[in-house]
């Protein structure tokens, strides 16, 4: 006779114990602030549980850390402790953390340490560097969720398959073989498809800044635990801002590369096989420098010869600098034409245009073909099979959807069969046909930038908001236009929201509903002291680039 199927709370309770248990008991904090007690966790606050040590290791970038690791200077496991320890500070303090494998990492920090007094050289370029991993990531010894209750205890929601915590994804593979030390994977929302991070085994994953609102989704857990330091650098990935949403509202730097750039090979993702708009795996960090690292090394790997998707094109250094004397030359999105931005939002495109053109540099404003279209053919391609994909997976358990997911992949929302091959090729014809039209655009602005090029890169925001109220009214048009040009584009972080300055104007006159109901969402009270990010465009497939001008920019902003 069949065990008899135990109901979706008691899995989901027994999930999240072994989350919070796997954290040693002298790394437990002994009580916890309520969000409206200590809205902002970062900084000091979370230092206090540290040691002098362990602070300069867990707030050192990615370069530094390899460096010191290679050298001797720290050894890999020292490192993979001062991590696992901040890390399991975080979880407690925001709720990102789906799972954690301390101690294997701590065996594979030892192996490498080992290694290095041996060899007298480091295995590869990310010697001894944690790496954090979004719950898309299969790594042998642990289970992947996505989020989902129904995925407990299976490999991807099917039992009995052999690859049950055995399997890994081609990524994690190719990091091991750099040298990386893999320590946790970080919380998503169930599907991965909302710009907010919550799932029926965690709950909710605040923003650390700032409490009273989110860190932000798909790849949530890694904003959080990165904006902590928690780690030094993680991978998430982005179909619709997913990278970029939760670096912005973190105050990091989140690359969203083209489709094919580096290997999605063996990753689990809602609506697999929809190819019409890939979803991307990038790296978030608090440096660009540690942005480049990843890249660069992973790159190193020649994953195209592992993963039919990539291209082959290895790092073009070339590509990656910026003369001193190059005359370089910029565009602003100021508005959509949907939404309006908040007014920190707003303030921060006018610091960064602002001192861009005190260098000298030339910015125009960027009047592209209606986003609309474009954004209509992603959105289409999201519901091909009318959520039948996502809600067989939430039918695994019997949970229910959170209302984030509920309003885009509601039953009641996509009654009736899915949509047929015809049209699926007319969307892709549209989005083709898009494409080129904001291609030949882009080719157009030589005749204003004054170089006798095209813009070099766009200045736009991530979202209308610096972070999102929890289960507030999104717009993914800012990030979204991106995924459906496939454009390459990381963040910036430009500011923190100031109560004093960043007041509501006035004189605002919505656009419509839409414009209006995100408007009424911000409250400066509430938001003050949130990070607020913007993102630079570039065309597809220009990385290097766009990371280039991101550390340029980014040395503007701070000198």
């Known amino acids: 006779m069949a065990a008899e199927k135990q109901p979706w709370q008691t899995l989901a309770k027994a999930k999240l114990d072994s989350i919070n248990e796997s954290i040693p008991i002298n ?88 290694y290095l007094a041996k060899n007298r050289k480091p295995k590869g370029p990310l010697h001894g560097l944690p790496v954090s991993l979004k719950d898309q990531f299969h790594v042998k010894g642990v289970e992947t969720t996505m989020g989902y209750v129904g995925w407990l205890g299976t490999f991807q929601g099917k039992q009995g398959t052999g690859k049950e915590r055995v399997f890994e994804s081609e990524m994690v593979q190719e990091l091991r073989d750099l040298g990386a030390v893999l320590y946790c994977k970080t919380s998503v929302p169930h599907t991965l498809m909302t710009g907010e991070t919550v799932n029926n085994i965690i709950g909710y994953t605040w923003n650390p800044k700032n409490r009273n609102l989110s860190c932000g989704g798909s790849s949530g857990g890694e904003g959080a635990l990165i904006g902590l330091r928690g780690s030094p650098v993680g991978l998430g990935t982005d179909i619709g801002g997913s990278i970029r949403i939760p670096a912005a509202f973190n105050g990091l730097y989140g690359l969203r590369p083209s489709a094919g750039r580096l290997p999605y090979q063996g990753m689990p993702n809602s609506m697999d096989g929809q190819n019409s708009v890939l979803s991307v795996v990038g790296p978030i960090a608090p440096s660009v420098s540690s942005l480049q690292l990843l890249v660069k090394s992973l790159l190193s790997r020649e994953p195209w010869l592992h993963d039919p998707l990539v291209h082959d094109m290895p790092w073009r250094d070339e590509k990656a600098v910026i003369s001193k004397d190059q005359k370089l030359s910029f565009a602003v999105l100021r508005h959509d034409g949907v939404v309006s931005l908040h007014p920190p939002v707003k303030r921060a495109v006018e610091i960064v245009i602002e001192r861009l053109e005190k260098q000298g540099h030339r910015i125009i404003e960027w009047k592209p073909p209606a986003h609309k279209p474009g954004l209509d053919t992603l959105f289409a391609a999201w519901t091909y099979d009318n959520g039948a994909d996502v809600r067989s997976a939430f039918e695994l358990s019997g949970e229910p959807m959170a209302p984030q997911i509920a309003s885009l992949y509601g039953a009641e929302l996509h009654a009736g069969p899915p949509k047929d091959a015809t049209f699926i090729a007319a969307n892709n014809v549209a989005r083709r046909e898009y494409q080129k039209e904001y291609m030949e655009y882009w080719n157009s602005t030589a005749e204003l930038t004054g170089t006798g090029k095209p813009v070099d890169i766009v200045i736009a925001p991530v979202a209308p908001v610096a972070a999102g109220r929890p289960n507030g009214v999104p717009w993914y048009g800012y990030s979204g236009i991106v995924n459906a040009l496939d454009y390459t584009a990381c963040t910036l972080p430009v500011t923190t929201v100031d109560k004093s300055i960043d007041v509501l104007d006035s004189s605002f006159q919505p656009l419509g509903d839409l414009d209006k109901s995100i408007m009424d969402q911000y409250d400066p009270e509430i938001y003050d002291g949130a990070h607020v990010g913007l993102q630079l465009i570039g065309r597809r497939l220009q990385e290097e680039k766009v990371l280039a001008f991101t550390e340029y920019v980014a040395g503007v902003l701070t000198a």
Not at 39 to 64: H, N, W
Not at 70 to 97: M, P
């Open 27 to 114: 790394w437990r904090l002994p009580s916890l602030p309520r969000n409206e007690e200590r809205r902002d966790v970062t900084g000091d606050y979370v230092r206090q549980f540290l040691s002098k040590e362990e602070i300069e290791i867990t707030e050192a970038v990615a370069p530094t850390i390899v460096e010191s690791t290679s050298t001797g200077h720290w050894t890999a496991e020292i490192v993979a402790r001062a991590f696992c320890h901040r890390a399991s500070l975080a979880h407690q303090l925001t709720n990102c953390l789906h799972d954690t494998f301390f101690n294997a990492a701590i065996e594979d920090a030892k192996s490498l340490d080992v």
